[in-house]
């Protein structure tokens, strides 16, 4: 499969480049990326210069100037024809998300769907509204607020949509009249050097998209820091919200930060039991548990824990583990080493504090599973509200399932993560439905369903799962700010 994605003729080209101002550019240092399905290493990408992260910030500023000119409409142009270049290279993106991130060929078909939605919804934007006036103190004058363009973007990315989450940042960026500067997680850059690649193809302006690749602390900080970044916006962890919010402090800087998530699944006693169990799974297991929306948790009426536990340990054990690449496979690898590490650590420290794995708990059985990040679907059971594998992001395909007995303690459970992002109910009364949407402190509620988020609705966090947001009117807002002109036009 990796013949397919690399060599001349391919996106990436006959070897992995940054794009800095149109240019492919190579660099001595490189990093090993490798497949989180054999552990072997997949291709070895350049590791920016601190003088390649200030070149691609040039390039991204004399870009914008012209860009900021263009009008919607144009812009809205440029974008369709990404939109049609992507549908030209879909496969192949999908073979190098797969390569790289690890995740089954048809949800990395369905991430690149899901990246040309980000742009659709984004070149939406061509007739929008891009100001207001204001009723002024004097006649003979207005006042107008127009939205204005950043100027330079920095988007941080994270590894678990490496394609989809690069277009969620650039569209809105690019259709507000700003240029992006990307940096794709260290685990992943394959995937935002081919995006970069077909933007260029589709006849992007050279400059007004750019990838350099990195380490976070080092290349990621340079680019937060540097004086032409004007925004930033980064969706990856909390620790690195943290740090990006501190380093965007001295510049006084807008940053929009989509972070970690702890979902509650809570399933009333009157709920539909095979909707909720059907969802509760579906939930868990995409791309491995590794969504910020996952069902992390999940909260089963005691009428209902045992036959939700019988259920959906049934239809765990029944998921098809194995190559990614394989149209059949329902389930591949963690992404890393120290994502497994992190996952089976969890893993351990509950059943030594007393619960009980149902199924799973480590590598599945099997020869092919002993190389590579490989872990088995797990359900976990006897698990208190206050341990770690409750309180803290699994990011792994592990359920930890706890009955409740009242509305009350439920909803104290749910909201006692230090994450607000994603929340799922299930019940068959509108009136549980909507008090539970009224007390649960998370910035989405999902009644009776499930995600993937609808992109013209708003993807964000409360609490320690964000500041901002992405996605539809509200998430484009992230990408303007405002000037106020006061013109007086009276004798
Ligand atoms: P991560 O925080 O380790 O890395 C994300 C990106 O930030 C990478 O490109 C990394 O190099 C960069 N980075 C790290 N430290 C930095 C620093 N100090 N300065 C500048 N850049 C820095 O996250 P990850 O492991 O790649 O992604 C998984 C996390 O992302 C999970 O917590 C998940 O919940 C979250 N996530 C959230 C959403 C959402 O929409 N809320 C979506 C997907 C993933």
């Known amino acids: 499969m990796t013949d397919s994605i690399f060599g001349p003729g391919t996106l990436l080209g006959p070897e992995p480049a940054m794009l800095i101002g149109g240019r492919r550019v190579t660099t001595a240092e490189t990093r090993s990326v490798e497949n ?3 552990g072997e290493q997949l291709a070895a990408v350049p590791e920016a210069t601190a003088d390649d992260v200030a070149e691609a910030l040039a390039a991204a500023a004399a870009a914008q100037r012209a860009w900021a000119r263009t009008s919607h409409p144009r812009r809205a142009e440029v974008l369709a024809a990404v939109m049609a270049e992507l549908d030209t290279h879909a496969e192949e993106l999908a073979r190098i998300v797969v390569a790289e991130q690890g995740k089954p060929i048809t949800e990395a078909r369905g991430e690149i769907g899901g990246a040309r939605l980000f742009l659709d919804v984004a070149l939406g934007n061509k007739y929008r509204d891009v100001g207001e006036l204001v009723a002024p103190n004097t006649a003979g004058e207005q006042i107008a607020i127009r939205e204005e363009p950043y100027g330079v973007v920095a988007a941080i990315i994270p590894w678990n949509f490496p394609a989809a989450i690069f277009a969620r940042k650039v569209g809105p960026a690019l259709m507000a009249g700003n240029a992006v500067v990307v940096k794709p997680s260290e685990l992943t850059p394959l995937s935002a050097l081919a995006m970069a690649r077909v933007c260029q193809l589709a006849g992007v302006p050279d400059g007004l998209v750019n990838v350099v690749c990195g380490e976070g602390r080092v290349v990621g900080r340079q680019l937060v820091e540097h004086p032409l970044t004007s925004m930033v916006t980064l969706t990856g962890s909390t620790r690195a919200g943290r740090e990006i919010l501190a380093q965007a402090a001295g510049k006084v800087m807008a940053v929009s930060l989509e972070l970690g998530g702890k979902a509650p699944v809570i399933i009333f006693p009157d709920a539909d039991l095979d909707l909720a169990v059907g969802k509760a799974f579906e939930a868990r297991f ?43 496979t329902e389930l591949g690898p963690k992404v890393s080493a120290a994502e497994w590490d992190k996952v089976k650590g969890l893993v351990d420290g509950a059943v030594a504090a007393g619960a009980k794995v149902v199924l799973g708990g480590d590598r599945p059985e099997g020869g092919r599973f002993t190389r590579g990040h ?35 303690e439920v909803i104290d459970w749910a909201n006692s993560t230090d994450y607000g992002l994603t929340s799922y109910v299930f019940t068959e009364d509108l009136r549980t439905a909507m008090r539970a949407t009224d007390d649960l402190e998370f910035g989405e509620v999902y009644v009776n369903a499930v995600g993937p988020e609808q992109f013209q609705a708003f993807h964000s966090g409360w609490k320690l799962s964000g500041l901002g947001g992405d996605d539809g009117r509200h998430g484009y807002d992230r990408y303007v700010r405002r000037k106020t002109v006061y013109l007086r036009y009276g004798g």
């Open 36 to 38: 989180p399905a054999t």
């Open 374 to 408: 490989w872990f088995a679907p797990t359900v976990l059971t006897g698990v208190a509200n206050d341990m770690e594998v409750v309180q803290r992001e699994v990011f792994g395909p592990v359920l930890p399932v706890l009955p409740f007995d009242g509305y009350d």
């Open 286 to 328: 995409w791309n491995c548990g590794q969504v910020c929306t996952c069902n992390e948790r999940t909260y089963v009426h005691a009428s209902l824990h045992d036959e939700f536990v019988a259920r959906f340990a049934e239809l765990a054990r029944g998921i098809r583990i194995g190559d990614p690449a394989a149209d059949d």
